[in-house]
């Protein structure tokens, strides 16, 4: 009875050893499989953080008006006599631009004159005969107020004949006729727009804040999308003087020199002004910059062997299990093992500057040719998250004010698929744009 018992026990005992034993070695391969595919090399691109001279700017946008612009029209109804214009031409200040029939309006204005003309013989011949004592003063005095009542009257019709004839307010350039001859015209038809075009003013506005940098005189410069890369200048010539309440911004105006007729009003347009002296500002792409709503953040490129001698233990972990993948070719002089000592572990290829860290470094920061080591599964090089703080941008560039120092190498495209410690490969063919002053294509 002992004997069966024991031999249970023994049996119970091969059981649950065996059991736990695969279930260790099962724990263990996983955790091997899970420590290979933990950290893959990662493709990236980088750039190399540098200081940059910045001319500070005020950025606003705005539209343009003309100096003078008006849509003519005459006050008055009539037919449509004559066209004196083209669409589309320059006119000067007071060129006759159209006529409307106005022969009865001439013809009454003749008689108003004639009456005019009379009463102006009967004071005249009143008042020699006043001086000889022949009349009496009233007499003298109702010819003087017959006559000024006959001329206020013919200058009257004068009016009504002049507003026959549709003059130009302006030099400027006319746009789209809008009337033919012979048509009739309602008092206030449309005729025609005339707009004054050189120079145009662009009314814009900047935040409150700006307002110290900006004054009357100060040059701008604006651009419009109709013309990529053509700049216009121009100096402000008003600033409002007050703030708007509900935006916070002042109005403001500038006027831009147009000689060529090549801007129009109502065209939108940026405006760039020059506020203050140049400034140093450390730059980089404004792809490299992560924005999150708890901070900015970029991401660094580091050599896993320096970030392990003065970093916290999540980099030290990451060095170690680069250092782990390294073949046993790198570290073969520490041991005494002819085995691995022998020349086969000593030849050039395990020595090649692609399979040291050093080497790797060096090439990583500047050339995509470093991946060849981290490739065959040898990654030297960690990516690092950090937190910046962003300042103005311009074009492509961001101004980074902390988080970065000159010289620095951030990532600059592929953050996506990064965390803190992965290895990375960097491969610089293809960059992503850094012009502080981009223009949009022709095509």
């Known amino acids: 009875m002992i004997r069966r018992m024991i031999l249970m026990l023994v049996v119970m005992g091969l059981v649950l050893g065996g059991y736990f034993g695969f279930q260790q070695f099962k724990a263990k391969m996983i955790h091997g499989f899970l ?32 100096e003078n612009g008006a849509t003519l029209s005459l006050e008055v109804s009539g037919v449509v006599d004559k066209i004196d214009f083209k669409s589309g031409e320059d006119v000067q200040a007071g060129q006759v631009l159209l006529q409307l029939r106005a022969a009865d309006d001439i013809a009454k204005l003749a008689s108003l ?45 004068r009016a009504v004949v002049a507003k026959k004839t549709l003059r130009a307010p302006f030099a400027g350039h006319l746009g789209i006729r809008a009337v033919d001859l012979g048509q009739y015209l309602n008092a206030g038809t ?71 007729h090549r801007l129009l009003p109502g065209m939108f347009a940026t405006i760039d002004i020059a506020a203050g002296a140049p400034a140093q500002h450390l730059t980089l792409p404004q792809t490299a910059i992560t924005y999150n709503p708890y901070g900015s953040t970029v991401y660094l490129v580091e050599d896993a062997a320096a970030a392990a001698n003065g970093a916290g233990p999540a980099t030290t972990a990451a060095a170690t299990t680069a250092a782990a993948t390294t073949p046993p070719a790198t570290t073969a002089p520490s041991t005494t093992s002819p085995a691995t000592t022998s020349p086969a572990t000593t030849s ?26 981290t490739a065959a599964g040898q990654p030297h090089l960690i990516a690092r998250q950090t937190f910046v703080t962003t300042g103005a941008t ?27 410690d992965v290895p990375v490969i960097i491969n610089n063919t293809v960059q992503p744009t850094d012009n502080p002053a981009p223009a949009p294509s022709d095509h």
């Open 113 to 157: 004159d004639a009456s005019a003309a009379l009463a102006q013989v009967n004071y005249d011949r009143d008042s020699r005969q006043l001086r000889a004592q022949a009349i009496s003063q009233a007499v003298v005095d109702s010819d003087l107020y017959t006559l000024k009542n006959a001329r206020a009257q013919a200058d009257e019709q």
């Open 35 to 66: 420590a290979s595919m933990a950290n893959p090399p990662q493709t990236i691109s980088t750039v190399t953080a540098t200081m940059q001279t910045w001319q500070p700017e005020v950025e606003a946008v705005g539209s343009l008006r003309a």
């Open 190 to 260: 449309a005729v025609v727009p005339l707009q004054a075009l050189d120079p145009l003013f662009v009314d814009f506005s900047v935040p409150q804040q700006a307002l110290s940098q900006v004054s009357v005189g100060q040059t701008v410069t604006a651009t419009v999308d109709t013309f990529p890369g053509t700049t216009f200048k121009g100096k402000i010539v008003a600033v409002s003087p007050a703030v708007d309440t509900d935006s916070r911004n002042v109005q403001m105006r500038a006027s831009l020199a147009n000689p060529d």
């Open 348 to 373: 050039p290829a395990t020595t090649s500057p692609a399979t040291t860290g050093s080497a790797t470094t060096g090439s990583a920061t500047s050339s995509p040719a470093t991946g060849d080591g």
């Open 394 to 420: 311009r074009g492509d560039q961001v101004a980074v004010l902390t988080g970065v120092k000159p010289g620095d190498v951030v990532v600059s495209a592929g953050q996506i698929k990064l965390h803190n």
